[in-house]
């Protein structure tokens, strides 16, 4: 996939809460300046800015005010100024996210939109990934360069293959993210030990998570026949030859549905809302992902 031809692709969002930040942005923020959210009145003496002087709300609090008729109090406008936050992805590359629907190339059109999304509102995008281990060679601390998008795509299919099988490194990059404010885009199959997930989604308790799940539907297109199948073990690579008969599918169907359950269940206990996908996710899905999320 060439990554410069990339369509130029972003989704609408918005950070749920107040951002207590002074860097402008596009998000509702607690500090007053130059926004357009009205936050009250103030002396002309305590914020002069003569720009933003009310006549009427002067006039209209003298004549409320029988105390100061003989001092005039000349009042000015405050608002919120919007904040901005950091977008961070965190990319799952272990082996069994090269497999089936799941591959480097849907990661690295995520990472690209999410880039583009997060920089051309002024907000700061960062990468992260893991498999095995933290993946040091796959991150980006926050920034704001144009040329963002394309880079991350391009360190996403250039990823080295892991040298262990696992995503115990899922732990070591959450200890990464230091932002005041962020946003965690999560992009994984999830198929690993949800001990690891509850030990992460603790530490990253203050921020606002995005679980994108892709689910694999590898065990749908084993025979329903009884016959020999040759099957390989997705994060070691290795291969068994199974002698496959509808009650070993049925099993495995259900050990499948027994994880994202339990992986649901995770979830809700944290409050989060994951987003389950197959294929390229699209801005669409993102965009009704965070209007959802207003809305609830």
């Known amino acids: 996939m060439a990554t410069r031809n990339l369509p130029q692709q972003e989704f609408v969002y918005r950070f749920p809460d107040k951002v207590f930040s002074h860097v402008p942005g596009a998000h509702s923020g607690t500090a007053l300046g130059s926004g357009d959210r009205f936050a009250g009145f103030a002396d002309l003496f305590d914020y002069p800015d003569p720009r933003r002087l009310d006549i009427r709300a002067s006039l209209r609090q003298q004549a409320a005010d029988v105390t100061q008729q003989s001092q005039q109090r000349w009042l000015v406008k405050r608002y919120q100024q919007r904040a901005s ?152 690579g290795q291969r068994h030859s199974v002698w496959m008969r509808p009650s070993i599918k049925k099993r495995w169907q259900q050990q499948m549905e027994d994880h994202f359950s339990q992986l649901s269940a995770c979830f809700m206990r944290y409050r989060i809302r994951p987003l389950y996908v197959e294929g390229d996710i699209t801005p669409q899905q993102l965009t009704e992902y965070f209007y959802a999320m207003k809305n609830s």
């Open 85 to 236: 936050v950091t977008l961070w992805l965190m990319s799952d590359i272990s082996q069994s996210m090269t497999v089936s629907s799941v591959n480097h190339e849907r990661l690295a059109k995520l990472a690209h939109m999410i880039a583009h999304s997060a920089i051309g509102i002024g907000d700061r995008f960062a990468m992260t990934a893991f498999d095995s281990e933290w993946r040091q060679d796959m991150t980006i601390m926050p920034t704001r360069q144009r040329s963002m998008p394309t880079f991350a795509a391009e360190r996403l299919m250039g990823a080295a293959k892991p040298k262990a099988a696992g995503a115990a490194g899922l732990t070591q990059a959450t200890d990464l993210i230091n932002s005041k404010r962020a946003m965690i885009f999560l992009a994984s199959d999830f198929c690993f030990d949800l001990s690891l997930l509850e030990q992460s989604l603790r530490k990253l308790s203050q921020y606002t998570v995005i679980p994108i799940v892709w689910r694999h539907d590898d065990v749908d297109h084993f025979p329903s026949h009884a016959g020999w199948a040759e099957t390989r073990d997705a994060e070691t």
